[in-house]
């Protein structure tokens, strides 16, 4: 199965309905006339929602901005934005509440999706296929494709799969993966040792996970809080976090903040003042945010800023 989906809508994004339980979204195609599916519709919300599926995406934004969310990352999404996803990753994107799409400005999303197992019945044995295949290991973190341009040429592609059907739509169907797999500008979205939690059970991570996404931005989040939400006492679930993920929880904690800080500061060109951003983070102190920033991203949050301006000067 191959959909192509058109992605609409504009919803608000609040402190309390941040993430919610990934929900396992079926996308099996039923026709027995096409190896190859793709559908084109248009969704209301569709992708607001924290979900996951078997099924690989990629995704190119092409008129819309907002939040997105992708495994233990959170960062901006916007105009030529390409993500290629890997099966069982959760992701959610909110569209920006005051970011307004004209009626004729026409698709806000190509939003294309393949079962693991169509693709890898046909590279596994096929020596030419080699970077396809480390594509799609890659793809199991979540890849964000930086090159702007680049990206707006693979979303031609992506609008010959829709536009062609039978042979012609297999062809172009694997130059985007050719497109992609050459392409040297990206980097990885999630955490390795967040995939390797995927292969655990869901239950107990994926508990400790969801309830670290609706309260990292409590200041008063605690060991003693996240343990008890699955159950275990304090020395256990640090000996279990540490185990599944090679970090410690706060570790993990100060990463998501930190990610969730640096949305704010890429969007808002540090209009908002800096310590309001690092309340909405969940830092009461001014201080430990500058801390946990410098620690993580090597740089402290002015320069970031004006990294993101293009003017590097302090």
């Known amino acids: 199965?191959?959909?192509?989906?058109?992605?609409?809508?504009?919803?608000?994004?609040?402190?309390?309905?941040?993430?919610?339980?990934?929900?396992l979204i079926n996308k099996k195609n039923t026709s027995l006339q096409e190896s190859l599916l793709?559908?084109?519709?248009?969704?209301?919300?569709?992708?607001?929602?924290?979900h996951y599926h078997q099924e690989l995406e990629i995704l190119y934004i092409t008129n819309h901005k907002g939040t997105a969310f992708v495994g233990d990352?959170?960062?901006?999404?916007?105009k030529s934005t390409l993500i290629f996803l890997g099966s069982n990753l959760p992701h959610m994107f909110k569209p920006d509440k005051s970011y307004r799409i004209a009626p004729n400005d026409g698709m806000e999303a190509f939003l294309l999706h393949f079962p693991i197992n169509f693709i890898t019945s046909i590279i596994q044995n096929t020596p030419e296929f080699n970077i396809?295949?480390?594509?799609?290991?890659?793809?199991?973190?979540g890849i964000f494709f930086e090159n702007k341009k680049k990206n707006r040429e693979i979303a031609m592609v992506m609008q010959n799969i829709s536009e062609n059907k039978n042979y012609d739509r297999i062809l172009h169907f694997f130059k985007l993966l050719k497109l992609l797999a050459e392409d040297n500008e990206h980097h990885l979205i999630a955490s390795e040792g967040y995939t390797n939690s995927l292969t655990l059970p869901?239950?107990?991570?994926?508990?400790?996970?969801?309830?670290?996404?609706?309260?990292?931005?409590?200041?008063?989040?605690?060991?003693?809080?996240?343990?008890?939400?699955?159950?275990?006492?304090k020395a256990a679930f640090c000996r279990y976090f540490k185990k599944v993920t090679q970090?410690?929880?706060?570790?993990?904690?100060?990463?998501?903040?930190?990610?969730?800080?640096?949305?704010?500061?890429?969007?808002?060109?540090?209009?908002?003042?800096?310590?309001?951003?690092?309340?909405?983070?969940?830092?009461?102190?001014?201080?430990?945010f500058n801390k946990q920033f410098k620690k993580i991203m090597n740089i402290s949050p002015t320069e970031y800023v004006n990294i993101r301006k293009g003017n590097p000067k302090i």
Request: with cysteine; proline share 2%; charged share 20%.
């Open 1 to 23: 199965m191959l959909l192509l989906y058109l992605l609409l809508d504009s919803i608000s994004l609040t402190k309390t309905e941040i993430i919610v339980k990934p929900i």
């Open 38 to 50: 793709i559908d084109i519709k248009m969704y209301r919300q569709i992708y607001s929602l924290w």
């Open 73 to 78: 990352r959170v960062f901006s999404f916007n």
């Open 132 to 141: 396809v295949k480390k594509l799609l290991k890659k793809a199991e973190r």
């Open 202 to 233: 869901i239950s107990r991570f994926d508990k400790i996970y969801e309830y670290t996404m609706l309260n990292f931005n409590d200041p008063e989040i605690s060991l003693e809080s996240v343990a008890n939400s699955v159950f275990m006492n």
């Open 247 to 288: 970090k410690t929880f706060f570790q993990f904690l100060n990463e998501i903040r930190i990610s969730y800080a640096c949305k704010f500061l890429h969007e808002n060109n540090i209009e908002q003042n800096i310590s309001d951003i690092a309340f909405l983070s969940g830092y009461n102190t001014i201080s430990n």
